[in-house]
């Protein structure tokens, strides 16, 4: 007897299969759109704006300032010690501090810089203020690079030469991936209710309007699911509890949680507990912190897309010494620089997920180890002397030179623990946006449609989707 076929899961096997064929060549795009180039007069440009801008002499012992929004979060912490690791390896002054309001970034850029800083990096600046900050750092030739600190509006080498580098993942990239895994799951088990948190209307805007770009990307291929509740938990754990609150006071029917990072996913599935909602399971998020791979392995969150928190933070050090030493100067295309990611879950449950709806094939798709990377990375956060397996010297192009040493893209972390995101590439090199004009299009555009993605079925999320204007990418290629 032939065996039946079933219509819908060919369509979306034939609508993956394109997708794949579309992305064929993504691997080879994102390495060569992160190399530092082999053309020669693009290699002479680099080079002349290095000994331009160069503030500091090979080998020289100075300061590098960190600055983040806050501690309260995994992800913040680990990168906090990857820079002072980082500096500690490289033979600098690591300099840390937290800025709680806009006059405190002021205040403590202006001390890092009295102190001896050559250059600063920012974990999620306020950007009301990146202009004036900006300035600080042009006025006293420092160099400065940001984590998640560029909108449609303000972007580095807007403000001069000395915001040099930004640095955030295509969030959308992250959510894309989890959220075929879960929705994969949850349509197996015949489930559709998704409480959907999203993450800040203030902070890392540009994170949370690509984080919900990759919920619409998902979506389209399981219309049958409804994102509900919709609450804000502003990347942290008490921030993610009052929204899981806030979100269960309208109604308690949920089956599965989404959430746009670890810390505060956790704290809304907690908020879910409390209330006797068991809900774990089918929990996914972004960001592969500690205590959600805990979770993971004891079977109560299903999976995390991570983008190797200690080296994503780490490696902008290097990056600057460079900068400051006149080994390198990026290109305007090369300012927007995004992080890789990997997916974590329970072994053999996300190759099934993966397999069954597609996903497998899509080139930029990577599954790592959860229990090995939580023993050998994750853990060092709780150390006395967190030392992460990385050496940040190999990262940069100029003290490799001045230590006979060889460069190498992952930092002596390999690939095995973390596939894909021991790694980094330049988005506006990608032929998804081809420029960053483009790229600048599509966040401006991000931010008006999807600071606040209030959409309940796909349905409404259709007729919504009529508005966006075509400088809106959303097709999941990342070409």
Request: hydrophobic letters at 35%; proline letters at 5%.
């Amino acid at each position: 007897m032939k065996k039946e076929r079933n219509p819908e899961k060919i369509t979306r096997r034939k609508a993956l299969g394109k997708m794949a064929k579309i992305a064929g060549g993504t691997a080879a795009a994102l390495a060569m759109a992160g190399a530092t180039g082999k053309d020669a007069s693009a290699e002479e440009e680099r080079q002349k704006l290095a000994r331009e801008y160069q503030n500091a002499k090979p080998g020289e012992k100075f300061g590098i300032g960190h600055i983040t929004f806050h501690l309260s979060q995994e992800y913040a912490m680990m990168v906090y010690q990857a820079n002072e690791q980082a500096c500690k390896q490289l033979g600098l002054n690591f300099m840390g501090a937290v800025g709680d309001t806009e006059s405190a970034w002021i205040e403590i850029t202006e001390s890092m810089i009295a102190k001896g800083a050559k250059a600063l990096t920012y974990n999620v600046p306020p950007t009301a203020v990146m202009g004036e900050l900006a300035k600080i750092c042009n006025d006293n030739n420092v160099f400065l690079a940001t984590h998640f600190g560029y909108t449609g509006d303000v972007f580095p080498g807007d403000y001069g030469p000395r915001w040099v580098v930004d640095n955030t993942p295509l969030s959308d990239e992250q959510t894309f991936m989890p959220l075929m895994l879960l929705m994969e799951k949850m349509r197996r088990e015949g489930k559709t209710k998704i409480l959907h948190h999203q993450a800040s209307k203030t902070a890392a805007t540009v994170s949370t309007v690509y984080i919900n770009l990759g919920v619409f990307q998902a979506w389209n291929f399981y219309p049958e699911m409804q994102l509900l509740g919709h609450q804000y938990g502003e990347w942290n754990f008490e921030g993610g509890r009052k929204a899981g609150e806030a979100s269960l006071a309208s109604r308690t029917d949920y089956e599965g949680l989404w959430g746009a990072n670890d810390s505060q996913t956790m704290g809304a599935l907690r908020a879910c507990e409390d209330r006797g909602l068991k809900i774990g399971p089918l929990t996914a998020s972004r960001d592969m912190e500690m205590t959600t791979a805990e979770e993971i392995l004891k079977g109560n969150f299903l999976l995390t897309s991570g983008f190797a928190c200690p080296y994503f933070g780490g490696r902008m050090v290097p990056m600057l010494y460079d900068m400051c030493t006149g080994a390198w100067y990026p290109q305007k295309d090369e300012m927007i620089q995004s992080g890789r990611l990997d997916c974590y879950g329970r072994p053999g449950e996300l190759e099934d997920l993966s397999r069954s709806n597609g996903l497998i094939f899509h080139p930029s798709f990577a599954i790592g180890p959860t229990k090995e990377n939580l023993d050998t990375v994750l853990k060092e956060m709780k150390s006395k002397k967190p030392k992460y397996p990385y050496d940040f010297r190999l990262l940069s192009l100029g003290k490799c030179k001045e230590l006979g040493l060889k460069y190498d893209r992952h930092a002596g972390g390999g690939t095995y623990l973390a596939p894909n995101s021991h790694d980094f590439y330049f988005p506006a090199k990608l032929k998804k946006f081809g420029s960053l004009e483009a790229i600048r299009k599509h966040v401006a555009a991000l931010h008006k449609y999807f600071l606040d993605f209030n959409v309940d079925t796909w349905k409404e999320a259709e007729e919504y989707a009529k508005q966006f204007p075509p400088e809106l990418k959303t097709e999941p290629d990342w070409l």
